[in-house]
């Protein structure tokens, strides 16, 4: 019989690894984008109302496809709102991938004309815009 030497790990050790778990776990969410509807909801406002310049510049982006009959990319738009002289490179607007549901659905309720340009699957904020 083979006798294994077994030790249980101490109650701080396990304490310690839950620790690291929980925090591992936070950063995957944030990293991930993890929000409630009402947070995605929330964020995606304060975004537009604290990036009054890049919010006109996506509304004009998509004002040209409505011109041009060309479908619409929410994630194209920030793209090109990035790659843009808008601001100092220094400086540029940070759009968080999570609000794309959000913004499409703010510039639809904006610019209703755009909506058959668009490709919106059912998002957790649609709630919010009926």
Not at 92 to 111: D, G, H, I, P, Q
Request: proline share 3%; net charge positive.
């Amino acid at each position: 019989m083979t006798d294994y030497n077994v030790t249980t790990p101490s109650k701080s050790s396990l304490e310690h690894r839950v620790t690291m778990l929980e925090e591992r776990l936070s950063q995957f969410e944030s990293k991930t984008g993890f929000m409630s509807a009402e947070t995605m909801y929330e964020s995606g406002k304060a975004w537009i109302a604290r990036n009054p310049r890049a919010w006109r510049y996506i509304k004009q982006y998509a004002d040209g496809c409505i011109d041009e009959q060309r479908r619409f990319s929410i994630q194209k738009a920030c793209e090109e709102l990035r790659d843009s002289n808008l601001v100092d490179k220094d400086e540029l607007y940070k759009v968080n991938n999570s609000y794309a549901a959000v913004l499409t659905r703010f510039l639809v309720k904006e610019l209703p004309e755009l909506k058959p340009l668009i490709s919106m699957r059912k998002s957790k904020v649609d709630r919010f815009f009926k």
